[in-house]
């Protein structure tokens, strides 16, 4: 096989087999195919598109590139949960305990990776003494015991991916709707689960700004997991304002407890309502969703879902009594408030921009080895759609700096009043299924 004829073939528009697939995948990530040829086929691909059997095939050739986790061992239907990415969305930190709660089997891999805050692994360090760094064997181990187990994510999880990515990068062909839904899908099906529930974002924090673009990717990573006999759903959710009112880490983790004691907000409360019906159903362990809702409902009430989490905390080496001593989590040496400049409504919350708010607090980190600050973030006091009176708090600020200007400018910057009354946003757009 030469590279150069199956540009030649993309280019003409014509379908690329799974050999072909298979030996472009291979040949990039052992070195034998040049970025250049690559680079052609990237762009091709970008204008050409793929057909669905295509897709099937990159996703599969990318996920076995590296390491796979074989979740064989772990009795039940895994459902993994995967969000295109948003801002202060602490819906991982609640899902794992509650649905795990409902008898789900939760075997999550998580990263740390770049953003307004770190990621999944990272805000649950935030507890003291919790460790990911655990192997396989561990991994499984706690799964089948307590229902829940967090592993960190292998350095040699889809290297062709990894490759890929940053091709696409520097190449301009990043946004193409087959190359970001096969990219995500490999993730996850070289991470194991059986069944896979997506939280598509959409809107001014989200990777897809419109609705359009965001069901277009739902349902092409639908079809895929689909296709290669993985049970697989979206919901596409509202990231025009962050979820919830915490972003940062250990703000995120109290938020999280909040939300599986009953007391969270009401936008992530019913977001991990929805998507964890959807997980409870896939496994089979409810027969509708209805059924499943409810009993996400009764576990948050009863206290099992916060029982679950104290017992998954400890099982990893954390100190379970953050729960009920929020205190103990990482604190921050400034908290300052944002006063309103006059009364309103709040009309907008620009999401990426209150992230990147965040993000220079020290929340997230800006290179791939840069240090996070677990307790500083930004706290909303107020959502879109909800009254402002001049010098209520719309949000507040936990700095470990006594410099905070240019936080403050771009929080109001990015919270913006109206003198009309203002509905709240819808907060699920939309369900694909197979
Ligand atoms: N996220 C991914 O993991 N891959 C893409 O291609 C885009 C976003
Ligand atoms: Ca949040």
Known sequence: MRMVDLIEKKRDGEPLTTEEIQFIVEGYTEDSIPDYQVSALLMAIYFQGMTEKERADLTMAMASSGDQIDLRAIGGIKVDKHSTGGVGDTTTLVLGPLVAAAGVPVAKMSGRGLGHTGGTVDKLEAVAGFHAEITN?????????????????????????KKLYALRDVTATVN???????SIMSKKIAAGADAIVLDVKTGAGAFMKTLEDSKELAQAMVNIGNNIGRKTMAVISDMSQPLGF????????????????????????????????????????????????????????????????????EAQGGDSSIVDHPDKLPQAKYKIELPAKEDGWVAEIVADHVGTAAMWLGAGRTTKDSDIDLAVGIQLNKKIGESVKSGESLASIYSNSEENEQVIEQLYRSILLSKEKVQPPVLIHGEITG
Request: net charge negative.
């Open 137 to 161: 064997e561990q991994f499984i181990a706690l799964v089948n015991k307590n229902k829940l187990a967090v592993i960190g994510q292998s350095g040699n999880l889809t290297p062709a991916d």
């Open 246 to 313: 915490a972003i940062g880490n250990a703000l995120e983790v109290k938020e999280a407890i909040d939300t599986l004691k009953g007391e969270g907000p009401e936008d992530l409360t019913e977001l991990c309502l929805v998507l964890g019906s959807h997980m409870v159903y896939a496994a089979g362990r409810a027969d509708s969703l209805e059924a499943a809702r409810q009993m996400l409902i009764t576990i948050i009430h009863n206290g099992e879902a916060l029982q679950k989490f104290k017992v998954f905390i």
């Open 176 to 182: 193409s709707i087959p190359l970001i839904a096969s």
